[in-house]
T-cell receptor
Framework: EAGVVQSPRYKIIEKKQPVAFWCNPI?????LYWYLQNLGQGPELLIR????????DSQLPKDRFSAERLKGVDSTLKIQPAELGDSAVYLC?????????????FGEGSRLTVL | SQQGEEDPQALSIQEGENATMNCSYK?????LQWYRQNSGRGLVHLIL?????REKHSGRLRVTLDTSKKSSSLLITASRAADTASYFCATDAGYQFYFGTGTSLTVIP
């Protein structure tokens, strides 16, 4: 069974440029998470989806970040415009459980460098 | 903000020794999980312990949970070089998972 797939693995852009990350969760996993991980820190939640509905986006900086999960499967996280402080790893995770109790399956992450 | 804090931040041991890392959290939880992250990779689930459990084992892993002290410990016995990674605890307070700051474990062959 394929795991959570993320792309691109690495992205280098200049500040003020847009960037998008894509995530394909494990088949059948209705819950999808986007996390931000700064160097030396643990992941911090940006947004959680139950199917196509964003049920928790309180930590998403909505002035420059947006996300979508069309048809309740793949998801895209976008930053526009990117700032220097956005340099981090963006992790996608999925879960079979609809309540926040189950094991999370993580992708390899997308490492963003903003110059 | 992160709810959990792991202690120590970094740990270096010889292969074959045991490694113990601790996690403290702030609010009541439903369960607590431990994850491993190899450098440059995603997190991998290791073990889940529910709030009504005190101890759980999985292979060379032993996890304890003390809800009165709001703390958990992860013990890795007979460590191997392949155990070198960062270890995170994650607490579930019902609304989202909160990850700690992580313990970086280095196992020297």
């Amino acid at each position: 069974e394929a795991g959570v797939v993320q792309s691109p693995r690495y992205k280098i852009i200049e500040k003020k440029q847009p960037v998008a990350f894509w995530c394909n969760p494990i088949s059948g996993h209705n819950t999808l998470y986007w996390y931000l991980q700064n160097l030396g820190q643990g992941p911090e939640l940006l947004i959680r989806y139950e199917n196509e509905e964003a049920v928790d986006d309180s930590q998403l900086p909505k002035d420059r970040f947006s996300a979508e999960r069309l048809k309740g499967v793949d998801s895209t996280l976008k930053i526009q415009p990117a700032e220097l402080g956005d340099s981090a790893v963006y992790l996608c995770a999925s879960s079979l459980e609809q309540r926040v109790t189950g094991e999370l399956f993580f992708g390899e992450g997308s490492r963003l460098t903003v110059l | 903000s992160q709810q959990g804090e792991e202690d120590p931040q970094a740990l270096s041991i010889q292969e074959g020794e045991n490694a113990t890392m601790n996690c403290s959290y702030k609010t009541s939880i439903n369960n607590l999980q431990w994850y491993r992250q190899n450098s440059g990779r995603g997190l991998v689930h290791l073990i889940l312990i529910r709030s009504n459990e005190r101890e759980k084992h999985s292979g060379r892993l032993r996890v304890t949970l003390d809800t009165s002290k709001k703390s958990s410990s992860l013990l890795i016995t007979a460590s191997r070089a392949a155990d070198t990674a960062s270890y995170f605890c994650a607490t579930d307070a019902g609304y989202q998972f909160y990850f700690g700051t992580g313990t970086s474990l280095t196992v020297i062959p």
